[in-house]
């Protein structure tokens, strides 16, 4: 990449990282309480990560870290990591950890899901689990956030995403209805998501599991690199 690029990438990732605090400053506070009404499918996808003892496991953008502390409860052997671009979401979830006194079990960094390399802590590069929940509808690349996770993965180890779907069997008032919603809080469900992930099986050789649930209103994936 020539230095120009990389300056530009920067610029893109501090644009994108303002625009997320803007949107979670007030939201951080209540985000916990509400959006465990809307963001179905994130118990399940913790459930099926199922981390061998001793695993390393990574959220990228972790948000409050609602996720990692479930997880940590969930797979009492595993070692947590997290990381979010927003520094609001971030402070809501030290504050998370403190309050449920996983400080010690949780790591938590900042770093852009587009470009994970830089901002993993030193000596940990792999994971053996790692999982994106409600973040791809967020990041404006997130063809390239699934690929840089894929990089980070340990042999065997496995992806795992939930989102938005296309609530395709919903009534398609109320898709349209939820996509005008999610837009004000700049979420965009990406539907050639599952396309994607085909593609990238016939390129990378990964095999991706697709899991639709709640008729549509989210999607769940489990990508497992070629052996
Ligand atoms: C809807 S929240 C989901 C939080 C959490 N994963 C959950 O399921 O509750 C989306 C999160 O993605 C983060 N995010 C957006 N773009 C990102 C990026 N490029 N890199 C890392 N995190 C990002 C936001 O800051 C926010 O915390």
């Known amino acids: 990449m020539s230095l120009m690029e990389d300056?530009?990438?920067?610029?893109?990732?501090?644009?994108?990282?303002?625009?997320?605090?803007?949107?979670?400053r007030s939201q951080s506070r209540i985000y916990d309480l509400t959006r465990k009404y809307y963001l179905l499918g994130r118990d399940e996808l913790i459930a099926a990560l199922a981390p061998p003892p001793g695993a390393r496991v990574?959220?990228?953008?972790?948000?409050t870290a609602r996720n990692l502390v479930q997880?940590?409860?969930?797979?009492?052997e595993a070692e947590l990591y997290g990381f979010d671009i927003s520094s609001e979401m971030l402070k809501a979830a030290r504050k998370n950890l403190a309050q449920s006194r996983m400080k010690d079990?949780?790591?938590l960094f900042h770093g852009d899901a587009e470009n994970p390399a830089l901002a993993m802590p030193l000596k940990i590069r792999t994971f053996d689990r790692i999982f994106l929940s409600f973040c791809l509808s967020m990041i404006p690349d997130w063809q390239s956030a699934i690929r840089e996770a894929l990089?980070?993965?340990?042999?065997?180890g496995e992806l795992h995403i939930v989102d938005f779907g296309q609530a395709e069997r919903l009534p398609?008032?109320?898709r349209s209805l939820l996509q005008q919603w999610l837009a004000l809080f700049h979420v965009e469900p990406r539907e050639q998501m599952h396309s994607f992930l085909v593609e990238l099986d016939r390129e990378m050789g990964t095999h991706s599991e697709f899991i639709p649930?709640?008729?549509?209103?989210?999607?769940r994936f489990v990508v497992r690199p070629a052996p």
């Open 105 to 107: 079990r949780i790591t």
């Open 213 to 219: 649930q709640y008729r549509g209103y989210s999607w």
């Open 7 to 24: 300056i530009l990438r920067k610029r893109q990732s501090e644009r994108h990282a303002k625009l997320m605090d803007r949107v979670y």
């Open 151 to 156: 990089t980070l993965l340990e042999p065997g």
């Open 58 to 63: 990574l959220e990228i953008g972790c948000g």
């Open 172 to 174: 398609s008032a109320f």
């Open 71 to 76: 997880a940590a409860k969930v797979w009492p």
